[in-house]
């Protein structure tokens, strides 16, 4: 009998992405619940989800909000988006993950060389691959540094778009309003990732020159900002002429009733955000000032709620650990995870890690820790 659904052969399925996803620690929802290890992997609000969101999601299930089929337009959504931003509801696409976002947004455009700035997260990278289009990478080995597009073509790089983020991830770097610019004026189209932008040093949004440049996109989240990664709600921001392109490629079916719930309730939640704001003010210098003090752990400035870091051993003998791998997995018998950023794209050794930065208690918790962990004997 002929099959009638599926591929005949492993000759019909298509070749998969050389970037392999990078490897959380996800543990099952009955592990999770019974460990008290404390994330340090994640780039979450460090003051959590605001109650006022937890009382919205449970009133939803207890009422039976969950049962009705959203509003795959997400119009109430769009228009509270449209009113913080000033811009009209046309200049917004809703959708769950940034991943997904950045996806709908790459295969809008037809398929070309993409120039991704990197190291970045492989969710990213494949959601441009999966695009069709081809990436060539745009990397700084030493600094990190967002290269500018003209340096970039000068030193032999050829794209024709770009995936840009502000700020950066693991890098924690902020993008340079004028390194935009350069991008947009000789690309024929820029996505630019701000999911993290609300958990920085003064990070400024690029999401005004929407209405400027028809050729830019912003992909942002909820859910980072308000430490729900478990409730993904991301949205784009362009010109209403790329939104309405972009819909024939976006399946709005992806549309949770969270999202049209908490609409509302995010909007009067910045107090939220700016007390976050105000915490990271003083910790994410302290952070990277605390850390650059213990012995084998360099630090790469950063502008964002994470740290990224790397460990050698060098000629310091008197350290109690080999490499990274052991470090991490010490870290998490005392109780800590932080993220490997072995494997990731734009990294090419295994003696990088990021930490987050959180409340006081905690980092103190943490770096302590991570010295004893270090310089044990």
Excluded at 289 to 296: H, K, Y
Aim: proline content about 6%; glycine content about 6%.
């Amino acid at each position: 009998m002929t099959a009638l659904f599926g591929p005949k052969s492993h000759t019909d399925v298509r070749e998969v992405s050389a970037v392999t996803l990078d490897q959380d620690l996800y543990l099952p929802y009955e592990l999770r619940t019974e460990l008290s290890w404390i994330d340090f992997s994640g780039t979450n609000n460090p003051l959590g989800t605001p109650q006022s969101f937890v009382r919205v999601m449970h009133s939803a299930l207890v009422d039976g909000g969950l049962g009705f089929v959203p509003d795959r337009e997400a119009r109430k959504f769009r228009s509270i988006l449209a009113r913080r931003f000033e811009l009209k509801p046309e200049s917004f696409l809703c959708g769950t993950t940034t991943s997904e976002m950045i996806r709908v947004a790459a295969q809008t455009f037809q398929p070309g060389a993409v120039g991704v700035c990197v190291p970045t997260l492989s969710a990213s990278l494949n959601a441009v691959i999966n695009a069709g289009h081809e990436v060539v990478e745009l990397a700084n080995r030493h600094t990190f540094v967002v290269p500018d597009a003209s340096t970039a073509r000068r030193n032999g790089v050829v794209f024709d778009a770009a995936m840009l983020a502000n700020p950066t991830y693991p890098t924690s770097r902020l993008l340079p309003r004028t390194t935009l610019a350069n991008y947009l004026e000789s690309c024929k189209w820029v996505i630019v990732d701000e999911s993290l932008i609300e958990l920085t040093l003064g990070g400024e949004s690029m999401v005004p020159l929407t209405e400027s440049y028809r050729n830019l996109v912003i992909v942002r989240s909820l859910s980072h900002s308000f430490a729900m990664p478990g409730v993904p709600i991301s949205y784009c921001v362009a010109h209403p002429d790329t939104i309405e392109q972009m819909q024939h490629f976006h399946d709005s079916s992806s549309i949770s009733m969270f999202a049209e719930v908490l609409a509302e309730v995010a909007a009067s939640e910045e107090e939220h955000i700016e007390n976050a704001r105000e915490l990271l003010e003083t910790e994410i210098p302290w952070m990277q000032c605390m850390l650059n003090l213990i012995p084998g752990i360099h630090i790469f400035p950063a502008e964002a709620n994470f740290v990224m870091c790397s460990y050698e051993r060098g000629d310091v003998p008197d350290l109690a650990l080999g490499d990274t791998d052991e470090l991490v997995s010490r870290l998490q018998l005392a109780g800590f995870l932080v993220k490997k950023l072995e494997g990731m794209p734009g990294i090419m050794d295994s003696k990088h890690f990021c930490v987050a930065v959180r409340t006081r208690e905690e980092n103190t918790r943490f770096l302590q820790a991570l010295r004893e962990i270090i310089t044990l004997h």
